[in-house]
Nanobody, 123 residues
Framework: VQLQASGGGLVQAGGSLRLSCAAS????????MGWFRQAPGKEREFVAA????????IYVDSVKGRFTISRDNAGNTVYLQMNSLKPEDTAVYYC?????????????????WGQGTLVTVSS
């Protein structure tokens, strides 16, 4: 499966962005999906994940209540709605997929990775 992330950009603190991850090659119906991010000079960090059927979602504590992961299996797309953005959310965001029914927090839990999309939050 090929993943294409989009929707990044420059936004002021307190603003919102919605990232999209479109899949091609296979349907996403049987894939758990995740978002990770990597800020300059830092390691890649887990952000959010959702299982096949959307029944379970998990988030890193720093984004709980601000970010929402969702999926449109019919449209083969996963979204990350980001509200109340902070400068510390600035990073390249990556979408990921794996065939196992789990919402993993570790990069090793995912097999497929898309290219990143840059999110910059100005103060």
């Amino acid at each position: 499966v090929q993943l294409q992330a989009s929707g990044g950009g420059l936004v002021q603190a307190g603003g919102s962005l919605r990232l999209s991850c479109a899949a091609s090659g296979r349907t996403l119906v049987r894939y758990s999906m995740g978002w990770f991010r990597q800020a300059p000079g830092k390691e890649r960090e887990f952000v959010a994940a959702v299982v096949w059927d959307g029944r379970r979602t998990i988030y890193v504590d720093s984004v709980k209540g601000r970010f929402t992961i969702s999926r449109d299996n019919a449209g083969n797309t996963v979204y990350l709605q980001m509200n109340s953005l902070k400068p510390e959310d600035t990073a390249v965001y990556y979408c990921t997929a794996d065939e196992k029914y789990r919402a993993g927090r570790h990069a090793g839990d995912y097999t497929y990775w898309g290219q990143g999309t840059l999110v910059t939050v100005s103060s």
